[in-house]
């Protein structure tokens, strides 16, 4: 079972991981480096600041998350049976650091990606007073594509790229929507796999 979970755990974090390698290796090919925010001559300090926002940003996803466990509305009932069954048949078992391994891989492969690759560069090459809009809508429906369970939870991806990606241009960092979709997916997973007050007893 424990070898299972860390086949589990390696697979997730090399898929997630590759994400960002291939973000930054076609961000180089193509010169545009995705890593906004991130360079070393940014004082820590400013990108401590931002991760932080990025943190207290994930506060509304997670009282979505609750909100959604606790009043299951048509197609949200079949979502939340569907996400609670297959994020337990990954990782049920699996230890709190290897649970914040899995998300913050998940938090910086896939912001490089879709923000720093797909959402900035789209907006540069475009231009004008369009090109953050069009790299926002592109980069967030590719998000919700990429996370299709069924079409409930494609939406509510999408919806949440379009958070990550506000995030990121308000910010101008990509540590904010880093920090807001790591410790976001952290939490999620816990609720999910660990006993809790605030979770329905059991999957309908």
Same mark, same amino acid.
Do not use: K
């Given at each position: 079972?424990?070898?299972?979970?860390?086949?589990?755990?390696?697979?997730?974090?090399?898929?997630?991981?590759?994400?960002?390698?291939?973000?930054?290796?076609?961000?180089?090919?193509?010169?545009?480096? $995705?890593?906004?925010?991130?360079? @070393?001559?940014? #004082?820590?300090?400013?990108?401590?600041? +931002?991760?932080?926002?990025?943190?207290?940003?994930? /506060?509304?996803?997670? /009282?979505?998350?609750?909100?959604?466990?606790?009043? #299951?509305?048509? $197609?949200?009932?079949?979502?939340?049976?569907?996400? @609670?069954? &297959?994020?337990?048949?990954?990782?049920?078992?699996?230890?709190?650091? @290897?649970? +914040?391994?899995?998300?913050?891989?998940?938090? /910086?492969?896939?912001?490089?990606?879709?923000?720093?690759?797909?959402?900035?560069?789209?907006?540069?090459? &475009?231009?004008?007073?369009?090109?953050?809009?069009?790299?926002?809508?592109?980069?967030?429906?590719?998000?919700?594509?990429?996370?299709?369970?069924?079409?409930?939870? =494609? /939406?509510?991806? *999408?919806? =949440?790229?379009?958070?990550?990606?506000?995030?990121?241009?308000?910010?101008?960092?990509?540590?904010?929507? *880093? =920090?807001?979709?790591?410790?976001?997916?952290?939490?999620?997973?816990?609720?999910?796999?660990?006993?809790? #007050?605030?979770?329905?007893?059991?999957?309908?």
């Amino acid at each position: 079972m424990h070898s299972n979970v860390a086949r589990t755990v390696w697979i997730a974090l090399l898929f997630e991981g590759g994400l960002g390698v291939a973000a930054l290796l076609v961000g180089w090919l193509v010169g545009h480096w $995705p890593a906004i925010g991130m360079r @070393q001559d940014i #004082p820590a300090r400013e990108q401590l600041e +931002a991760a932080g926002y990025g943190l207290l940003a994930g /506060v509304p996803l997670l /009282v979505a998350l609750l909100l959604i466990d606790r009043f #299951p509305i048509g $197609p949200l009932r079949r979502l939340r049976v569907a996400a @609670q069954r &297959i994020i337990r048949q990954m990782f049920a078992g699996a230890s709190y650091l @290897q649970l +914040a391994m899995v998300a913050v891989a998940a938090g /910086v492969g896939e912001e490089l990606l879709f923000r720093g690759l797909i959402q900035e560069g789209l907006s540069r090459l &475009i231009g004008g007073p369009f090109g953050p809009w069009i790299g926002l809508a592109v980069a967030s429906i590719a998000f919700g594509v990429c996370h299709w369970l069924n079409a409930t939870y =494609a /939406v509510l991806a *999408i919806l =949440a790229g379009v958070y990550f990606g506000l995030l990121f241009a308000l910010s101008g960092s990509l540590w904010t929507p *880093i =920090a807001a979709h790591a410790g976001y997916d952290f939490i999620a997973l816990i609720y999910v796999l660990r006993p809790n #007050p605030w979770r329905r007893p059991s999957v309908e």
